[in-house]
């Protein structure tokens, strides 16, 4: 979930002393560099969206925005970077939310709130960039397409063990030597996946649709692991069967 545009430059900061502490607005080369890359991003990601990911090629998404496929590769190591790029932006994004959650929530609830507000919040940060309806449908896209959904996975997992390692430091842990953080965080993974896969598998791709999927899903977490799902009155008891007659 990385960089975006800046805030008030030297002039403003001072005559405004609350902008003393924001960040240093870039200069024009560096805005120059930022809008050529989220050109080049949104052209790549409305290609792989409307003809495909596999058919779409960097000299395709070079032309669209009229520029090398050398100028390509110095913002994006390949199409694969490309299309994963605001993934990752939604990720840090996540990992932020996590590390801001107050030290009294249990875990899996930290977790939980951190994504609700993640999907409440990301907005700006990915419409400073690209439409979020095109962001919906990259992600859609990922689903459903075996290479970017690999690359997709294999990135989860190093996500995962991260914020294991900060759930364990929030609540004193090693987490080496105790394997809650890592086990609620892979429960809390397993949800994200399973809430993945059947949202990119429905017609809905509007933020509003992942997130109360994503809140349905996790509050089921604790009837699916702890409670006894079968509540049938009627459900005909098991005989344990006859012991033969050779026993």
Request: proline fraction near 6%; glycine fraction near 6%.
């Amino acid at each position: 979930m990385t960089d975006t545009g800046g805030s008030a430059g030297p002039a403003a900061a001072a005559t405004t002393p609350a902008a003393t502490t924001a960040a240093p607005r870039p200069g024009l080369r560096e805005r120059k560099k930022q809008r050529t890359r989220d050109a080049l991003l949104r052209a790549a990601l409305e290609l792989f969206v409307a003809q495909g990911y596999e058919h779409t090629t960097v000299d395709e998404i070079a032309e669209a925005v009229d520029v090398s496929q050398r100028t390509f590769f110095r913002y994006f190591a390949g199409k694969e970077d490309a299309a994963l790029f605001l993934q990752r932006l939604s990720e840090s994004h996540f990992i932020d939310a996590v590390r801001e959650r107050p030290p009294h929530e249990a875990p899996l609830e930290a977790l939980r709130r951190a994504v609700l507000e993640s999907w409440d919040t990301i907005g700006e940060a990915i419409e400073a960039v690209v439409p979020i309806e095109l962001h919906m449908r990259t992600y859609q896209l990922i689903e459903s397409t075996p290479a970017l959904l690999a690359a997709h996975l294999r990135r989860s997992e190093e996500i995962e063990e991260e914020i294991a390692r900060l759930i364990a430091k929030r609540e004193g842990l090693d987490v080496d030597a105790d394997p809650r953080p890592r086990i609620a965080v892979a429960v809390f993974g397993g949800v994200m996946r399973v809430t993945g896969r059947r949202w990119g598998a429905g017609e809905d791709t509007s933020v509003a649709a992942i997130r109360a999927l994503t809140a349905s899903y996790l509050d089921h977490v604790g009837p699916a692991l702890a409670e006894k799902w079968d509540t049938r009155q009627d459900r005909p008891s098991v005989e344990p069967p006859e012991p033969s007659a050779g026993s």
